[in-house]
């Protein structure tokens, strides 16, 4: 255990040395879920007298702060808002993970565990990575022309932005005769739909997607027009 540094002292001296660390590998979590981020002290941590900051790019502007015996949130990153909590029961446990709600595709990247007390800091770099596996993609008839018809393919809630494929049949790659269309939701994931018009001679086609992050992929048949 660590002792709290002296009032006075005539020299500088480190009262307490400790390492902190999370996950080697990126923390994985579905969008739309709560994920609980590790962190872990190597020292046991008090309630009072420790400062515990998770931050990304910013130091000033936390993901969620702690120090003085509670939550400090005035300078919350305002995209953290009402979605983080530490579970200060278990500062006595050397444990300061974070506990992010409703995740989203902004969420994806690193985040940064800093810990200062008793006369030391340190801090470790955990990776956050953001899945969304997106809805079933459908298919329907989205107008006529002499030779054929015109098909859109629609999907929701992807994360990172997914390819959309196109194939006959024989499996051919039609995907450079469509249009791709992607845009972002309120939760920062991507809904996709992609237009593409076929002729009557084609029996079968398929829209494929898929997230090259998960791999996770999704395949409809329809019989041709």
Same mark, same amino acid.
């Given at each position: 255990?660590?002792?709290?540094?002296?009032?006075?002292?005539?020299?500088?001296?480190?009262?307490?040395?400790?390492?902190?660390?999370?996950?080697?590998?990126?923390?994985?979590?579905?969008?739309?879920?709560?994920?609980?981020?590790?962190?872990?002290?190597?020292?046991?941590?008090?309630?009072?007298?420790?400062? #515990?900051?998770? /931050?990304?790019?910013?130091?000033? $502007?936390?993901?969620?702060?702690?120090?003085? &015996?509670? *939550?400090?949130? !005035?300078?919350?990153?305002?995209?953290?808002?009402?979605?983080?909590?530490?579970? #200060?029961?278990? /500062?006595?446990?050397?444990?300061? $993970?974070?506990?992010?709600?409703?995740?989203? &595709?902004? *969420?994806?990247? !690193?985040?940064?565990?800093?810990?200062?007390?008793?006369?030391?800091?340190?801090?470790?770099?955990?990776?956050?990575?953001?899945?969304?596996?997106?809805?079933?993609?459908?298919?329907?008839?989205?107008?006529?022309?002499?030779?054929?018809?015109?098909?859109?393919?629609?999907?929701?809630?992807?994360?990172?932005?997914?390819?959309?494929?196109?194939?006959?049949?024989?499996?051919?790659?039609?995907?450079?005769?469509?249009?791709?269309?992607?845009?972002?939701?309120?939760?920062?994931?991507?809904?996709?739909?992609?237009?593409?018009?076929?002729?009557?001679?084609?029996?079968?086609?398929?829209?494929?997607?898929?997230?090259?992050?998960?791999?996770?992929?999704?395949?409809?048949?329809?019989?041709?027009?």
């Amino acid at each position: 255990q660590c002792s709290a540094p002296p009032t006075l002292s005539w020299s500088v001296s480190l009262d307490c040395e400790f390492t902190v660390s999370g996950p080697a590998l990126p923390v994985s979590a579905i969008a739309g879920s709560d994920v609980v981020v590790d962190c872990k002290c190597s020292t046991d941590l008090p309630r009072e007298g420790v400062e #515990v900051r998770w /931050f990304r790019t910013s130091f000033d $502007s936390s993901v969620h702060l702690y120090k003085e &015996g509670r *939550d400090h949130l !005035e300078n919350q990153d305002k995209n953290y808002r009402h979605r983080t909590q530490l579970f #200060v029961e278990e /500062f006595i446990n050397g444990n300061v $993970s974070l506990r992010l709600e409703d995740v989203r &595709g902004t *969420d994806n990247g !690193e985040y940064t565990c800093f810990i200062d007390y008793a006369g030391w800091y340190e801090e470790a770099v955990i990776q956050l990575q953001v899945l969304g596996l997106g809805s079933r993609p459908w298919i329907q008839v989205d107008g006529q022309h002499s030779d054929g018809v015109r098909l859109l393919c629609e999907s929701s809630g992807w994360f990172p932005a997914p390819e959309v494929l196109w194939f006959d049949d024989e499996g051919n790659n039609l995907t450079t005769h469509s249009n791709w269309t992607v845009r972002e939701d309120s939760k920062d994931l991507f809904n996709d739909n992609s237009l593409i018009e076929i002729i009557h001679s084609t029996n079968k086609i398929r829209c494929l997607i898929h997230n090259s992050e998960n791999k996770q992929e999704v395949k409809l048949q329809i019989s041709g027009q």
